[in-house]
């Protein structure tokens, strides 16, 4: 995530999920951005790229492919110069493997050190 200019798509995260037998229905995800000044609020969106068949992913989001169906969340911050941590929570995850993507949707280009996005996936009853 360091040094991704605004409009710009993170390459996607390591596979994620579970086989056919099942995993977690929902994850809380934390995005950490270092120093930054955004133009708006918005500070990036959040992907989900599944592979239906285990094996072969949609195509990963990009400016000829904006993927507006795999769109799960826009993370939102403050316009200081400070940085931001943003959550979202209960986002329904996918049966089966999928990659996350990120857009910088601030109108800044992200910091060259210290950008992490996290998730805790969880089921209904999980702590």
């Known amino acids: 995530l ?3 200019a605004t409009a710009g798509y993170s390459v996607a995260s390591a596979a994620q999920g579970a086989d056919a037998t ?3 229905l929902y994850g809380d995800f934390e995005l950490v951005l270092g120093s930054l000044n955004p133009t708006v609020f918005n500070l990036a969106e959040l992907y989900i790229v599944r592979a239906v068949d285990g094996t072969n992913y949609a195509d990963a989001p990009s400016a000829t492919n904006p993927a507006s169906n ?3 969340g826009v993370f939102v911050g403050d316009d200081g110069t400070s940085a931001k941590r943003a959550m979202l929570y209960d986002i ?3 049966p ?11 109108g800044a280009t992200f910091a060259a050190t210290g950008n ?3 998730i805790r996936a969880h089921n209904l009853l999980s702590t």
């Open 2 to 4: 360091n040094s991704i």
């Open 22 to 24: 099942g995993g977690p």
């Open 70 to 72: 795999d769109l799960v």
């Open 92 to 94: 329904q995850l996918p």
């Open 96 to 106: 089966g493997l999928w990659k996350a993507y990120l857009k910088n949707t601030c």
């Open 116 to 118: 992490t996005v996290k």
